[in-house]
């Protein structure tokens, strides 16, 4: 699957460097998973980051430095040890999830409006992560809205255009505060998304308003 959005150099350098927030990076790595030419992106960076490090000074290690290494080390193999089972594939209602959300709790659907549901997402080593799943029907439009901060979403399944284009699965929308626009779902299926806030939505209109408070982001 070739994904045709993607991405900014930004937002790769901050995966790369592990300063992104966990929603965000959730939905970054969902994106990783289809798209190489991201994934070579992150290689760079962190090929980069690396040589940094290998040319600042040396610092001094405390006498047990490198035990506490290695049995760190002997703890992350512990828990990464395969299973004896392959992983059941993630997916709800029948729609295959990202690996990314592995390990998360996925909760149940939640009525938001016409044709539209969420399912909040938990991340366990940051319960304030800002996560959702949300499923619209075939030609329904989100409400007309903007952000403070930038909004990232991975599309799941299905597609949907807005202004700047179709977005289809595997493609990572990323909108910062400028921006404003209304997603309208294609006609052909309904369309899943998993989406991350480093802010808030800014809902326009009636309806947007009342919307608000359903969404909590």
Known sequence: MTANHHATDETLMRFAAGTLAAGPAIVVEAHLAQCTAC????????????ALLEDASPTSLSATALSDVLALIEAEEAVDAPATRP????????????????????GRWRWIGPGMKMSRVEVPHD??????LLKVG?????????HVGTEFTFIVSGSY?????????????????????QPIVDQDDECVCLAAME??????????????????I
């Open 127 to 132: 319960p304030d992560a800002n996560l959702i």
């Open 39 to 50: 994934r070579a992106r992150v290689g760079e960076y962190q090929a980069l980051g690396g």
């Open 161 to 181: 255009t807005d202004r700047f284009g179709t977005f289809r699965p595997g493609d990572l929308a990323e909108m910062d505060e400028d921006v404003e626009h």
């Open 199 to 216: 802010g808030k939505m800014r809902f326009k209109g009636m309806i947007g308003r009342m919307l608000q408070p359903i969404f909590g």
């Open 87 to 106: 992983l059941a594939p993630l997916e709800i209602d029948g729609v295959l999830l990202p690996e990314a959300l592995r390990g998360c709790d996925i």
């Open 138 to 146: 075939p030609g329904r439009a989100l409400p007309d809205h903007g």
